[in-house]
């Protein structure tokens, strides 16, 4: 493929016109050609082309003299989202306050995508403005990720960025002295009393420094500590510097010299030992150090592309920090002298800070003076490091799933299962849920033992003493086992049983809960939570309210998904909110409200070394005020700053010490959006939802890795598993968005309110990647509601908006329908200022969404025969379906795939490899994007398709992840490659080792047609993932899809009401009387002839969805409208409801029609009480042998006459003798 057929067409729109862009090209010295869009000085550039991993910063690298001469590649693929805060602005002591130096230093930047609309409280101008003030070309629409790899694979490479008409020769700025051209030319001295900024300069606080020129003369001088600082390229280029630190050395100097980046570097080589120029350069924030000493790590910022050969150390030095992934050198100490360097940034700027103690200890030597050591000022680790020995643990499940406790803690019990039999621990599982992957009976991957009994104290009790279990894991039960386990050590249970609560301690769990204890505990650390009081009593909520000044809120303790929490606008509010909470628990909080701050979660790994990481920072698009559960949620964070997101970061990190945490913590904060006020909101000493979010938006197991942790290994020797070389001591970099989007069945409940709040109402959600926010918003849609095309006001279900409807109420007041709502105030020009006042989400995300609806309006003007290539690409870019761009342009979605693909516009598939590029993934965790311009993996093992469940709702939960991976690892068995797609972030079929090939992506007929078609596979299974699956099976089949299984045409009649019980009539198979009714005369005329009741019944729905029992004419107007509307395409049938009657199941699996094998059970509650909602008893008890034999006689010819191969499901009632076949 020509590397010059890619070109990315600019995102960013301006009304409803599309922003034109000046483009240029990319050109590598090995001939790669890549074409992007101009955003800074139109003019052309050389140097070496480097990437960046870090996820914030882009000011503050750019910045960097140690990219002096280089092209930056920034991995983040979206920049410019906060603009440029006051480049001219200095600090107190007159340094650039936002700048890293006095100005930009790279000579061009590369990025995917970017934002020329942003918005920060700092920023006053856009990043494009800046770059163009200082002369910098920059290009945005290159596929910086198949640039990095090009990178990794050939180390260092040459490029140059050509515009038209200015042709320009590659250049290596490796061969000059960049060290002389950055530095300062005279000597500057700076007082950096009192100082707290992250310079290396200010980083040495209550010292006066002197900054002199990179060959200035410094042996003579009178100092009390040498500080050879950081720069660019290549060390053996400076010989001056390394002669004077060589002189320093040799006159046995007594003051302390300390070394940052290329001061290690200078050191290292006026030492005597020798430099390289690495394979693969070392850029980024996620960078994982260990210290030599005491085997702590630490996650480091950092810039180089020289290395110093640890073993060309001369006698006298040793190496002091090494790299945790590739065993470079990080640093080295003289062994008796007080000279120690690193080839980090301790003052992060951008990234963390962790390593920030380097500078005290520094200043510690000058100050303790002649004989002190270097071990001695360096930190002391004293927490444990010793493995935990166990020979049986208990692990806790989470029981049924319930709003706030669903399929998640199928996935980290199945994880935490899987790491224990990794380490030659024997496992019990205690969990109830009959539908959980994790109570499979047996299997490579399942628990020794396994007790179907309820999660609580008395249980668990019986449990231990039968068992006698060493190790009890509490992480991994949600809410349900971190009460269970609390109530068995407050009763005595786990020390009379001599049973060690493995990860964090039940009392650090107990200071996470206890509100009163969690604000004791921050309050000890002076971490910052919003003015609050723990009360026990309605009396003392009031005067605590008062207090503090309404609105307030009030959240219980031990509860989960929010239970019992919300905000109270005055004292009658709270009372009654006071009242409900207090019927569930004996402790509330009441607290200032936030409602309207920027909501962020960290989710943090802590292991009994004390080695910290934070895996994943996500951001809530909607507000504080809204449960994170029940907000849209992207991954990274895209609206902090660096000073923010390092900011919270080291809070999280301060917080999980002082808890002793030892295992997954997720912390929630609230963040003040025009200044750096933040408050602590929650602590979870456990796995989460939002830490399974974390988990597949990452690649990082979260549970996994908890669960070695538990048992004392250390995080820097547990394996990065995507990887398979490096270490899991690390922070995930992203190339990627991830957008997760709440799943809401509330429709089911009439006369539920649509609005949400602090207390959880979802069901499920669903999670999409994609390389711009558009295009990963717009997936999140639409495996959210296969209804939905997209961003749109269209309303789920093909409902409509009320005639009535008051849109300003919509956007102000929280609802499951709030993002249609903001669509529909954009399709009417609302501005964005007035969408943020009213909805208070951050006006970058209302841009991004401006952008969909603009394009929406653009591809309406434009004629379907001329539409121009370019317009097509841009849509397919920002996340339009081929559906939605057939409706813009009139045309049925196949001919919108037609004209896509013979204008050559295909997706391409890439890679989740926790490392942006940086290290080659050996997992195949993949998901498709437009944004690109290769593909990651190659397609030559023609796997089974297997398609999964899509989002958890009221219907489809866990029950399907169990058949999809029941039905994996049986193909895994019979020695087939799977591939599987899926986009429920909660579900064990989405764990990358579990098949072959992981596609997280849309459950629809576009995307499934891609990957089968891309994949060449052998045929696609559909009878394992419930309802979404089912349906497409005829558009799939009718596309060349060879569907595995019940042949598509047969299950389309099944499914088919009208067809289905006129089939029933030919087999003389009984059943109730029934109609396809087509008007409401029908219907009624149908229910006068056969008496009321009756049943509604539409085609291809779930779990009862729009089947209504109809007792009057009235409800039979109301319910035909709705069951017409669900089921559009479809007859509804109407059938005499038969009452007094039980009801069976029959599940049973045909292979070519014939019955291989079957399960009868029983309701225990009389027919007409759904399913799904039932209790049900196996086998029958109160069914006779005689209507036995008829439903099995029934089920066989139902089987034959439709081929069945497969699964299947038929309900029967049973009144006396008669065996009817029940509507379903």
């Not at 935490?416 to 109830?432: C, G, H, I, Q, S």
Request: aromatic residues 8%; glycine residues 8%.
């Amino acid at each position: 493929m020509s590397h010059n057929s890619f070109l990315h067409k600019p995102l960013s729109f301006c009304k409803a016109s599309i922003r034109s862009a000046q483009t240029a090209n990319l050109v590598l010295e090995d001939g790669t050609s890549m074409r992007g869009y101009s955003f800074g000085h139109p003019s052309s550039t050389a140097g070496e082309v480097v990437f960046n991993t870090g996820l914030s910063g882009y000011t503050e690298s750019l910045t960097d003299p140690s990219y002096h001469g280089q092209i930056l590649t920034l991995v983040n693929p979206i920049i410019g989202n906060g603009g440029v805060p006051d480049t001219a602005a200095s600090d107190e002591i007159g340094l650039r306050r936002y700048l890293e130096s006095d100005g930009i230093k790279v000579s061009g930047l590369l990025a995917l995508d970017y934002s020329n609309e942003y918005s920060h409280w700092r920023a006053v101008k856009t990043l494009g403005e800046w770059l163009k003030e200082e002369k910098i070309p920059a290009l945005y629409g290159i596929d910086t990720r198949m640039l990095s790899k090009i990178i990794r694979n050939k180390g260092t490479i040459l490029g140059k960025i050509e515009f038209e008409g200015q042709p320009v020769e590659f250049l290596d700025p490796n061969k000059k002295n960049l060290i002389a051209e950055v530095s300062t030319k005279v000597n500057i001295p700076f007082s950096v009393r009192h100082y707290s900024r992250m310079y290396p300069i200010s980083s040495i606080r209550g010292a006066e420094v002197h900054l002199v020129p990179w060959n200035h003369d410094f042996t003579s001088m009178d100092y009390d500590g040498l500080f050879i600082s950081g720069g660019p390229g290549d060390p053996t280029q400076a010989p001056e510097l390394i002669e004077n630190v060589r002189k320093v050395l040799r006159n046995d100097r007594q003051e302390p010299l300390l070394g940052t980046s290329m001061g290690n570097l200078i050191t290292g080589l006026a030492a005597g030992a020798t430099s390289y120029k690495m394979a693969m350069a070392n850029r980024g924030q996620n960078q994982p150090v260990v210290n030599l000493l005491n085997g702590q790590a630490f996650i480091t910022a950092q810039n180089h592309g020289y290395a110093i050969d640890g073993n060309s150390l001369p006698s006298g030095w040793k190496p002091l920090f090494v790299n945790a992934n590739d065993q470079t050198n990080e640093g080295i100490m003289h062994e008796n002298k007080p000279i120690f360097t690193v080839q980090f940034y301790p003052e992060g700027n951008p990234g963390p800070t962790d390593t920030e103690f380097i500078f005290d200890s520094f200043i510690s030597l000058i100050k303790k003076g002649k004989g002190t050591s270097i071990p001695s000022v360096l930190p002391k680790t004293t927490a444990a490091t010793s493995r935990v020995e166990v020979s049986k643990v208990l692990i806790l499940g989470s029981g049924g799933l319930s709003i706030g406790q669903a399929g998640e803690f199928d996935y980290s019990g199945s994880q935490a299962v899987k790491a224990m039999k990794e380490e030659n621990v024997k496992t019990v599982l205690m969990n109830p849920n009959i539908a959980s992957v994790q109570t499979n009976e047996v299997g490579l991957k399942q628990a020794d033992t396994v007790y179907f009994l309820p999660i609580t104290p008395h249980f668990v009790t019986e449990v231990i003493k039968t068992e006698r279990p060493d190790g009890l894991i509490l992480g991994m039960g949600g809410q349900t086992a971190l009460n269970c386990g609390v109530e068995l050590f407050k009763s005595g249970i786990l020390q009379e049983y001599g049973v060690k609560v493995l990860g964090t301690s039940v009392e650090s769990i107990m200071a996470t809960e206890d509100r009163q204890m969690f604000s004791d505990k921050l309050n000890e650390i002076n971490e910052k939570i919003a003015p609050s009081y723990a009360v026990e009593s309605i009396e003392d909520a009031l005067e605590a309210a008062e207090k503090i000044g309404y609105p307030v809120m009030i959240r219980s303790a031990y509860a989960l998904g929010g239970l019992g929490s919300g905000l109270c606008a005055d004292k009658e509010h709270l009372l009654d909110l006071a009242t409900k909470a207090f019927a569930m628990t004996n402790q509330i909080l009441v607290e200032k409200s936030v409602v309207g701050w920027k909501e962020i979660e960290y989710e943090v790994v802590r292991d009994a070394a004390d080695n910290c990481i934070t895996v994943c920072n996500m951001e809530n698009v909607d507000a504080m005020g809204v449960h994170t559960g029940d907000s849209v949620v992207v991954a990274p964070s895209q609206t902090l700053s660096n000073e923010e997101l390092q900011m919270l970061r080291k809070s999280t990190i301060n917080v999980v010490r002082h808890l002793n945490i030892v295992g997954e913590c997720n912390i929630q904060y609230a963040l003040n959006p025009t200044s750096l006020e933040y408050c602590i909101i929650e602590v979870n000493a456990r796995l989460s939802r939002s830490s399974a979010l974390a988990s597949k938006a990452t690649g990082y197991p979260l549970a996994f890795i908890a669960a070695k942790i538990a048992l004392g290994i250390p995080l820097p020797e547990i394996e990065n598993v995507v990887t398979g070389k490096t270490t899991a001591c690390f922070e995930p970099s992203l190339d990627y968005i991830v957008t997760k989007i709440p799943r809401w069945d509330l429709d089911r409940f009439p006369g539920a309110s649509s609005k949400i709040g602090s207390s959880m109402k979802s069901v499920g959600e669903v999670m999409a990647i994609g390389r711009t926010f558009e295009e990963s918003f717009q997936k999140a849609l639409r495996m959210c509601h296969p209804s939905i095309d997209g961003f749109t006001s269209c309303l789920p279900m093909n409902k409509d908006w009320s005639t009535e409807v008051d849109l300003r109420s919509e956007l102000s007041e929280a609802s499951s329908t709030r993002m249609y709502a903001v669509a529909k105030a954009l399709n009417e020009n609302f501005p964005v200022d007035d969408i943020h006042r009213l909805t208070d989400i951050d006006k970058w995300f209302i841009f991004k969404m401006r952008n969909i609806m603009n394009m929406e309006k653009n591809l309406k003007a434009l004629d379907s025969d001329s539409v121009p290539e370019e317009s097509l690409r841009r849509a397919k870019q920002i996340g339009f379906s081929d559906k939605q761009i057939g409706k813009c342009l009139g045309l049925s979605e196949a001919q919108s795939r037609e004209l896509r693909i013979k204008k050559n516009i295909i997706p391409w598939v890439k890679q989740i490899d926790t490392l942006a590029g940086e290290y080659p993934a050996v997992t195949n965790y993949l998901y498709v994007t437009y944004n690109g311009q290769e593909h990651d993996v190659k397609f030559d093992d023609c796997g089974m398709m297997v398609l999964g469940c899509g989002p958890y709702h009221i219907g489809s939960s866990v029950e399907f992840d169990w058949c999809a991976v029941s039905c994996i690892r049986t193909l895994h068995q019979l020695s087939k490659k799977t591939v599987v797609v899926n986009c429920n972030p909660e579900t064990v079929s989405t764990d990358f080792d579990e098949c072959d090939r992981l596609y997280f992506e849309e459950l629809s007929l576009e995307r499934i047609l891609d990957i089968y078609q891309q994949e060449a596979c052998d045929g696609c299974i559909i009878s394992v993932g419930g309802q979404i699956p089912n349906n497409l099976a005829v558009p799939l089949y009718r596309n060349g899809v060879k569907i595995m299984g019940t042949n598509p045409l047969q299950i389309d009649r099944a499914e088919d009401r009208s067809v289905f019980s006129a089939v029933l009539d030919e087999l003389q198979v009984a059943q109730a009387p029934w109609k396809a009714v087509s008007s409401l005369g029908d219907a009624v005329e149908f229910a006068n002839s056969v008496g009321y009741p009756c049943l509604l019944r539409p085609s291809y729905v779930l779990s009862g969805s729009a089947m209504n029992v109809v007792h009057t004419e009235k409800e039979m107007k109301k319910f035909l409208a709705e069951a017409t509307r669900v089921s559009q395409e479809h007859p509804v049938v109407l059938t005499k409801f038969i009452e007094g009657a039980r009801e069976v199941e029959m599940d049973a699996v045909a292979k070519n029609g014939k019955v291989i094998c079957h399960a009868i059970s029983e309701h225990v509650e009389d027919a007409g009480v759904h399913s799904g909602d039932a209790t049900l008893m196996f086998p029958a008890q109160t069914i006779s042998q005689g209507a036995i034999e008829k439903v099995k006689i029934a089920t066989r010819k139902i089987a034959d006459a439709f081929a069945i191969s497969g699964p299947f499901n038929i309900q029967f009632l049973i009144r006396g003798n008669d065996v009817l076949v029940r509507p379903f």
